[in-house]
Structure formats: C-alpha cells, structure tokens
C-alpha cells in the first residue's frame, strides 16, 4: 500500500530570483494584490482588487458575513497606506468559521514586512523588538534562528471605518542571518477572545519561516 504524495500550490513570488525569505500561511488567507489595496478604483490594480474581493465574498453565503468582510477590507486599505511606507511587502485577508463557539465568521488580517536594524547579535534583536510597548512576550528559538513573540492591544482610528473599538495585533519578529535587518509577521483581528488561537497560528507561521530556498530540496527529489 502506497500513500499518496502531499500537494503543494505555490505562489509565483516563491521562485522569484530576489526572494530573500519564505513562509507558508493556513488555509482560509487569502493573498490580497498590495498594489491594488492603494490604488485608485479605476486604475486596472483596482480591476483586481475587485476581482479578488469578489472571489472572497462568493465563499461568504451569509449577508452579515459579506458586510463584515467588506469592512474589513476597507479598514485594511486605509490601513496599508502607512504600511507600505514600512516596508510591508505582502498582505492576506483570513476567514475562518468560529467552531468553538457560535459558528460566525471570523477575520483577521497578516502582514509580512521587513524592517532595518542596526547590527547586533541576532537573540538580541530579537530580544529587543519586543522590550517595549509589548504583553505576553515569549522569547522563541525557530528552525530559522531566534524570534520572539508579542502581543498589542490597540484602540482603532474612527477614521479607519471598522465596526470595533480595539484590535489585537500579534507580531512574531525574526532577525535575518545578516544581522542587518529582520522579518515582521504580524496577525491582527478584532476577535480578542480568540488570542490563544490566534496566537498559536502566528507561532506555527513563524515556525515555518526560512531564509535558505525551501524548494532547493523539492527540486532534487523531483
């Protein structure tokens, strides 16, 4: 009895020649196209952004779900126009159905950004980025090298347009083997009571993070 070889679907970025890090994201994200989410309605970014937000909403059979998922999308366009200023180089919207509890939709939102640091011991950086403004804070050694996590609360802007007071963010940090910059993974979601299991999918993200081209060893067993 044989048993049948795993799929995997990757994402056109994944060979691209400039990669510098690679990561993998749970079922139920959705990539959403960075360009399109600041761009005008009318410009062809926009065309796809409307595409895909169409192929989103076309999983979501109920009304209140929809509603709550163009919100969201709002508030993660206004959003990305700081971001992008930070270096946030990919962004994906989450939809998961809430089975410990009443079944409702659930949301979040990923990014992925590098930032520049100055050179330091890489389990310092990390140690670092997370000394202040953050709660729960765990200090990780990941097949990639040292990370931490943390966690922030923030009270939203009433101009982002989001049907909630307070998001919970949590960043996973990881510094680059060169010492010069680190990796932002950051999972945000207005869902608070739902922090462990939220928590747990940023952790087991970060966990699969690598800075040496994953597809080297696919390649050869091909």
């Given at each position: 009895?044989?048993?049948?070889?795993?799929?995997?679907?990757?994402?056109?970025?994944?060979?691209?020649?400039?990669?510098?890090?690679?990561?993998?994201?749970?079922?139920?994200?959705?990539?959403?196209?960075?360009?399109?989410?600041?761009?005008?309605?009318?410009?062809?970014?926009?065309?796809?952004?409307?595409?895909?937000?169409?192929d989103i909403l076309a999983g979501v059979p109920d009304g209140v779900g929809r509603q709550q998922v163009i919100g969201q999308?709002?508030?993660?366009?206004?959003?990305?126009?700081?971001?992008?200023?930070?270096?946030?180089?990919?962004?994906?919207?989450?939809?998961?159905?809430?089975?410990?509890?009443?079944?409702?939709?659930?949301?979040?939102?990923?990014?992925?950004?590098?930032?520049?640091?100055?050179?330091?011991?890489?389990?310092?950086?990390?140690?670092?980025?997370?000394?202040?403004?953050?709660?729960?804070?765990?200090?990780?050694?990941?097949?990639?090298?040292?990370?931490?996590?943390?966690?922030?609360?923030?009270?939203?802007?009433?101009?982002?347009?989001?049907?909630?007071?307070?998001?919970?963010?949590?960043?996973?940090?990881?510094?680059?083997?060169?010492?010069?910059?680190?990796?932002?993974?950051?999972?945000?979601?207005?869902?608070?009571?739902?922090?462990?299991?939220?928590?747990?999918?940023?952790?087991?993200?970060?966990?699969?993070?690598?800075?040496?081209?994953?597809?080297?060893?696919?390649?050869?067993?091909?």
């Amino acid at each position: 009895m044989t048993e049948d070889q795993p799929t995997y679907i990757l994402n056109d970025s994944a060979t691209a020649p400039d990669r510098e890090a690679w990561f993998a994201l749970p079922a139920g994200f959705t990539t959403l196209p960075l360009g399109a989410l600041t761009a005008s309605s009318d410009s062809t970014d926009g065309s796809r952004l409307r595409e895909v937000v169409d192929d989103i909403l076309a999983g979501v059979p109920d009304g209140v779900g929809r509603q709550q998922v163009i919100g969201q999308l709002a508030g993660a366009q206004r959003m990305m126009l700081a971001l992008r200023e930070e270096g946030v180089v990919h962004c994906s919207l989450g939809l998961h159905r809430d089975d410990d509890g009443d079944g409702r939709l659930l949301t979040s939102f990923f990014t992925f950004r590098w930032q520049e640091i100055s050179r330091a011991p890489r389990h310092l950086t990390a140690a670092r980025a997370v000394a202040e403004g953050h709660d729960r804070i765990e200090v990780l050694d990941l097949p990639c090298g040292p990370a931490a996590l943390g966690e922030v609360a923030r009270t939203v802007a009433p101009d982002l347009g989001l049907a909630v007071e307070r998001l919970l963010q949590i960043h996973a940090y990881l510094p680059h083997p060169d010492g010069s910059r680190l990796v932002v993974l950051t999972l945000t979601t207005p869902t608070v009571q739902r922090r462990t299991h939220y928590r747990a999918m940023l952790h087991d993200v970060a966990a699969h993070v690598s800075f040496d081209d994953p597809l080297v060893h696919l390649r050869t067993h091909v």
